[in-house]
């Protein structure tokens, strides 16, 4: 059974941090793309960074220099450091497993960051 578990999330302040962790189990964990992604009311999901199973990293323009993301591959975990918080960065962020040209394709269940005064 393929589970992606998220921790993590909560509330913080502008210019405060948070770091996402996302548990992976039930697939070979270093033939996966990892990813982020997230999803604010009534927008879209969108991709905030990715990491591929070669260690290559892409991120979106507006979260460059503040976001890191990196693997442990020894635990099959995928990490998000996120720093320089802003309000807009509130959103749910999802992990995800995609095994390129397969139909392989996981996602986690969410955890909610709240950035606020």
């Known amino acids: 059974q393929v589970q992606l578990v998220e921790s993590g999330g909560g509330l913080v302040q502008p210019g405060g941090s948070l770091r996402l ?6 697939i070979a964990f270093n033939a996966y793309r990892l990813g982020w992604y997230r999803q604010a009311p009534g927008k879209q999901r969108e ?9 290559n990293t892409n991120y979106r323009d507006s979260v460059k220099g503040r976001f890191s993301i990196s693997k442990d591959i020894n635990n099959n975990t995928v990490y998000l450091q996120m720093n320089s918080l802003k ?5 749910t962020y999802y ?4 095994r ?3 139909a392989s394709n996981f996602w986690g269940q969410g955890t909610q960051v709240t950035v606020s005064l």
């Open 95 to 98: 992990c995800n497993a995609l």
């Open 47 to 55: 991709l905030v960074a990715a990491i591929s199973s070669e260690g």
């Open 100 to 102: 390129l040209f397969s």
């Open 87 to 91: 309000p807009e960065d509130t959103a």
């Open 21 to 26: 962790s996302c548990k992976v189990s039930g």
